[in-house]
């Protein structure tokens, strides 16, 4: 099992170069104590998986290969089965409405996932057992949704995979700067999910991705 901090660290993008992460921000995203995410550190460090260098931090080789050791099992356990995420509903940052909404976003969701979106995104917090579910989805070649920019504003790329909730055409959606963590996952539809399946914060919903075709 690969740790949350692992994971963190992976999302940070501390596979690639080093960073500037504090244990404090790593306490907090895992939501452990401060002197519980120190001693996880020491102890990644201590098997190799972690280097530390003038308060910057990077993961290693040896913890790229865990990790791709780890995606390689979980795909294998998977052949043969839909994957399906169970996560909680909870509030989200309030922008998702924002960014789904434009124009430019809109006629591309039209055209690639067949349905124009709802202004709002579903929100759901997935346990940490299925993180690695989550990256294996990451591996399938994805729906893209092409950035833009507007004045001053850039508007990222988004990463969209098909899925059904309550029998509902929907997709998960990764947007390239998304403020989220790994434990969220973003959802869009045509409907107002939560009116239509009259869903509450708290509200536990399984969510079926779609077989590539």
Do not use: W
Not at 43 to 54: A, F, I, K, P, T
Not at 85 to 114: M, P, S
Not at 150 to 160: Q, V
Not at 190 to 205: A, I, P, Q, T
């Amino acid at each position: 099992m690969i740790s949350e901090i692992v994971f963190y660290l992976l999302q940070k993008g501390a596979h690639k170069e080093e960073k500037r992460i504090t244990t404090g921000e790593i306490a907090e995203a895992i939501g452990v104590s401060q002197q519980t995410a120190s001693r996880k550190l020491i102890e990644l460090e201590n098997d190799g998986q972690l280097e530390r260098v003038g308060g910057k931090v990077r993961l290693t080789d040896k913890a790229i290969v865990e990790i791709r050791k780890c995606v390689s099992e979980v795909l294998e356990s998977l052949k043969g089965t839909g994957m399906v995420f169970r996560g909680k509903l909870v509030r989200g940052l309030g922008e998702g409405g924002f960014f789904v909404g434009q124009k430019e976003y809109a006629a591309q969701f039209k055209k690639k996932l067949g349905f124009v979106p709802f202004k709002g995104t579903l929100n759901l917090f997935i346990d940490a057992e299925d993180v690695e579910k989550r990256l294996t989805l990451r591996e399938r070649t994805p729906i893209t949704i092409t950035g833009f920019s507007k004045g001053k504003r850039n508007f990222g790329k988004i990463s969209a995979y098909k899925c059904v909730i309550g029998g509902l055409p929907c997709a998960i959606v990764f947007p390239e700067m998304s403020q989220h963590g790994l434990q969220t996952l973003e959802v869009i539809s045509s409907f107002n999910l939560r009116k239509e399946l009259k869903l509450e914060d708290g509200s536990f919903v399984p969510v079926e991705i779609v077989a590539d075709e």
